[in-house]
């Protein structure tokens, strides 16, 4: 059973920046899908960005483009957010999530993974 565990989150100020981690605390994350997810209190769980096993294809939500970046290191089996230009409403726990594959393609939606980590905490404050 493949389990997840993010990390990376932590307290920023407002236009800093974040690299969060996804990592297998069980199982591997070879051959599987990746996605980002993240939900602020008594909001919906949002949709950011999904990667393919060998990274060859991404998607973004339309508006988490361009101060969002997902990419994966196989060799260090990590796949990673990169957070930019951070703004307070940024400010969510943050998940990811896995299904294993055999083709490069990934949607955003979350019935799309049946793996979850518990989340990594954001926080975007002066």
């Known amino acids: 059973q493949l389990q997840l565990v993010e990390s990376g989150g932590g307290l920023v100020q407002p236009g800093g920046s974040l690299r969060l981690s996804c990592a297998a605390s069980?199982?591997?994350?070879?051959?599987?899908?990746i996605g980002w997810f993240r939900q602020a209190p008594g909001k919906e769980r949002e949709e950011i960005s999904c990667?393919?096993?060998?990274?060859?294809?991404?998607k973004y939500k339309n508006d988490m483009k361009g101060r969002f970046t997902i990419s994966r290191d196989n060799a260090k089996k990590l796949v990673y957010l990169e957070l930019m230009n951070l703004r307070p409403d940024d400010t969510a726990a943050y998940f990811c999530?896995?299904?294993?594959?055999?083709?490069?393609?990934?949607?955003?939606?979350?019935?799309?993974?049946?793996?979850w980590g518990p989340g990594t905490q954001v926080t975007v404050s002066s």
């Open positions: 990667i393919t096993p060998h990274g060859t294809f991404t």
């Open positions: 069980s199982g591997t994350l070879d051959g599987h899908n």
């Open positions: 999530g896995a299904r294993r594959v055999n083709i490069e393609f990934c949607i955003t939606s979350a019935s799309g993974y049946d793996s």
